[in-house]
């Protein structure tokens, strides 16, 4: 016998395997179809682009199961229009399963977001953070206005949402589906780790015309 074969190789990570059986019987006891209801289809109301840091968990957090919203993370909650990862998520999310509402949720202290404040040589990363640069160039009189380091820092979190949003409605994926008559609004918002609560950053867009001209694309 291998080392590997042995019952308690850390590898083989079994206390994620028991955790996973008691959720199972949970879900069972409280809901003894929802496995059945849930592999039949997936019809969520709700697209959640938010930050790939794990205290940050999109169903948690809005208190909703498997099934109800649809999940695309990255770092710092980037809607690039060079990432066919987060496209192709959103348009799956907007043609296909069709939801009504794309949120992005950012949450201060995030790390993404600080790297890119701290300017520090990073590797690879700073390449996408290069996004969030950009906000902090277009926003740095603001930004610099505040004296202490973590409120700009916050600050920048809550400006890349709403940046974030902007990129969302600028791509032909939601643009084509207003011009359909598609009911779809884009909405921003941050998270708080230090109280677990949500703040709408009061930017959401439902409709071509909340978006300037030179972005709208032309039947």
Same mark, same amino acid.
């Given at each position: 016998m291998s080392e590997d074969d042995t019952d308690d190789n850390p590898r083989k990570?079994?206390?994620?395997?028991?955790?996973?059986?008691?959720?199972?019987?949970?879900?069972?006891?409280?809901d003894p179809d929802f496995f059945a209801k849930l592999a039949a289809q997936q019809s969520p109301e709700y697209l959640w682009i938010g930050c790939s840091d794990s205290r940050v968990p999109a169903n948690q957090i809005v208190d909703l199961l498997p099934g109800e919203i649809f999940v695309h993370r990255n770092v710092a909650n980037m809607v690039v229009h060079t990432d066919f990862n987060c496209l192709t998520v959103l348009q799956y999310a907007v043609d296909v399963l069709k939801v009504k509402h794309v949120i992005v949720v950012g949450h201060y202290g995030c790390g993404g977001v600080r790297a890119a404040y701290e300017s520090a040589d990073n590797g690879l990363i700073d390449n996408w953070l290069r996004n969030i640069k950009d906000v902090l160039q277009i926003h740095?009189?603001?930004?610099?206005?505040?004296?202490?380091?973590?409120?700009?820092?916050?600050?920048?979190?809550?400006?890349?949402?709403?940046?974030?949003?902007?990129?969302?409605?600028? %791509? %032909?994926?939601?643009?084509?589906?207003?011009?359909?008559g598609q009911e779809l609004t884009v909405h921003g918002w941050v998270y708080s780790l230090e109280d677990g609560m949500l703040t709408d950053m009061d930017c959401s867009v439902d409709s071509l015309e909340q978006i300037p001209e030179v972005y709208r694309v032309v039947p």
């Open positions: 990570l079994q206390g994620l395997f028991a955790n996973n059986r008691r959720w199972a019987e949970r879900i069972r006891t409280s740095r009189t603001r930004i610099h206005a505040l004296e202490d380091e973590s409120a700009r820092i916050n600050l920048l979190c809550e400006l890349n949402v709403v940046t974030q949003v902007a990129n969302v409605c600028h %791509t %032909t994926i939601v643009q084509n589906a207003w011009q359909r």
